[in-house]
């Protein structure tokens, strides 16, 4: 893990250490694209007139889906006397789940969800009557009723506020441009404000014709927030009742952190292998050969006896060293024995960086916890020492709530991106298989803050 993360650093594509190339044009050309402020900007722009047309289909679509659900319900309920209630209300289900299906690609692609598809339904045999029962005892399916009841009042109100905070903006806004219709073809001076038997007051003199438009323009540049606003409860609806629950959500997440584990392990095993097949497995074998070749001239040549016997102790004192490092990569003595801040220092004393450590905590978490930390820290310091140019560095670790938190600060280049390369993404998946989140600021030019949140299980 620490040569690959260690590659991350070097040239600027992975981990970022580099140059920060592209940060500035990529500004230059967002800022050149984006010169009014975003209330002004945001009537025109393509969200909002999508977001303008999922609400302005959400009541047609709320329409069908509403009365599809109640009549298929209430049909269903009604002939449960019978043996046909439930072959009806099974299809009434089914049905509800794939118009849901229709409104999450709706919600995809007009509000640019990200919403997965809920789980399958699970049908143990084969047979009609074993699809009806799995139907029936989906909790899915149930959700996806829920929501063709929900959606339609909701759809109507949106619905109701979009279109008339919308046509009454830009009718206002655009006053000036056609008010002369009411004096040419209506018979009167102008828009109608107040009236009664007696007096009659109009929009028609510059002033407030003018006040008209800005009123308008108050309303057109509310209007895409407001829709916005409305479409935040469909988004809610769309990614509560009509994507998975979210106790599958957590099982596919444990299933995903499983893998993760399982593979970390398993490269574990392979560079603890490949280390000692490459490292103390090789010199203890020339150790054996250099043993042998001395006990044969032991008696005829004492001398090269000697410089075999002096060779082979090097070879076992490199043995020896390379066994002890291997070890301490695994698991070190001095963690076990004496906790994270010893351990944090002894790698702090090692960083070719000036490391300050400072671990705050009243107790000490689960030793996989403890671990984790550990080599956490370890591997974000051996990148700090090699790749980032650092002067010096800082540890901080501490307890918050039922949260262990790591804090690893140095003051060089910068530019760490964990999204372009495997280092931290690796690092940050190894965090996310126990619950933990890898968080880091790193803008180019430095400083680097790499914040790391465990949970404390005792």
Same mark, same amino acid.
């Given at each position: 893990m620490a040569t690959e993360y260690g590659r991350e650093y070097g040239d600027g594509s992975g981990?970022?250490?580099?140059h920060g190339h592209g940060y500035g044009r990529e500004d230059r050309r967002r800022g050149g694209a984006r010169l009014l402020p975003a209330g002004l900007r945001a009537p025109f722009e393509p969200r909002a007139w999508r977001e303008f047309a999922y609400v302005l289909l959400g009541l047609p679509i709320g329409v069908v889906l509403f009365t599809y659900a109640v009549t298929m319900l209430s049909l269903g309920a009604g002939l449960l006397v019978t043996f046909l209630g439930v072959p009806v209300l099974a299809a009434g289900l089914a049905g509800c789940r794939g118009l849901g299906a229709l409104e999450r690609t709706r919600a995809r692609a007009l509000l640019g969800m990200k919403v997965a598809d809920p789980e399958p339904l699970r049908v143990g045999r084969s047979?009609?009557?074993?699809?009806?029962?799995?139907?029936?005892?989906?909790?899915?399916?149930?959700?996806?009723?829920?929501?063709?009841?929900?959606?339609f009042p909701w759809a109507v109100f949106?619905?109701?506020?979009?279109?008339?905070?919308w046509t009454y903006g830009w009718a206002l806004l655009t006053y000036p441009l056609w008010f002369w219709l009411f004096p040419m073809y209506g018979g009167q001076d102008g828009l109608q404000l107040y009236g009664d038997e007696t007096h009659r007051v109009y929009l028609d003199n510059p002033f407030e014709i003018t006040v008209t438009a800005l009123v308008g323009l108050l309303f057109t540049l509310a209007t895409p927030w407001i829709v916005r606003a409305l479409t935040t409860v469909d988004r809610l609806l769309v990614r509560g009742l009509l994507g998975?629950?979210?106790?599958?959500?957590?099982?596919v997440e444990l299933e995903s952190d499983r893998g993760v584990v399982v593979d970390g392990a398993a490269a574990d095993l392979r560079r603890i292998e490949r280390d000692l097949h490459d490292g103390a497995q090789a010199r203890l074998s020339a150790l054996a050969i250099d043993l042998g070749l001395a006990k044969e001239k032991l008696a005829e040549d004492p001398q090269?006896?000697?410089?075999?016997? %002096?060779?082979?102790?090097? #070879?076992?004192?490199?043995? =020896?060293?390379?066994?002890? +490092?291997?070890?301490? *990569?695994?698991? @070190?003595?001095?963690?076990t024995d004496r906790g994270l801040d010893a351990a944090l220092s002894a790698?702090?004393?090692?960083?070719?960086?000036?490391?300050?450590v400072e671990v705050d905590l009243p107790s000490r978490p689960a030793p996989?916890?403890?671990?984790?930390a550990y080599f956490t820290v370890s591997e974000l310091l051996q990148n700090v020492g090699r790749h980032s140019g650092a002067r010096s560095a800082s540890v %901080?670790?501490?307890?918050? #709530?039922?949260?262990?938190? =790591?804090?690893?600060?140095? +003051?060089?280049?910068? *530019?760490?991106? @964990?999204?372009?390369g495997t280092g931290l993404a690796g690092l940050a998946e190894r965090l996310d298989a126990v619950d933990g989140v890898l968080v880091v600021d790193s803008p180019p030019g430095g400083p680097t803050r790499v914040t790391a949140e465990l949970p404390w299980r005792t």
């Open positions: 981990y970022g250490y580099g047979g009609l009557w074993a699809w009806m029962g799995a139907v029936l005892k989906s909790g899915t399916s149930w959700r996806h009723l829920l929501y063709a009841v929900l959606h949106s619905f109701a506020v979009a279109v008339s905070f998975p629950s979210r106790l599958v959500s957590r099982v090269a006896a000697a410089r075999l016997v %002096d060779e082979a102790h090097g #070879e076992a004192k490199t043995a =020896l060293r390379e066994l002890r +490092d291997l070890a301490r *990569g695994i698991h @070190p003595a001095v963690l790698v702090a004393s090692r960083c070719p960086v000036p490391v300050r996989a916890i403890e671990g984790i %901080d670790v501490w307890r918050s #709530e039922n949260r262990l938190m =790591l804090q690893v600060v140095d +003051d060089g280049v910068g *530019g760490a991106d @964990p999204s372009g």
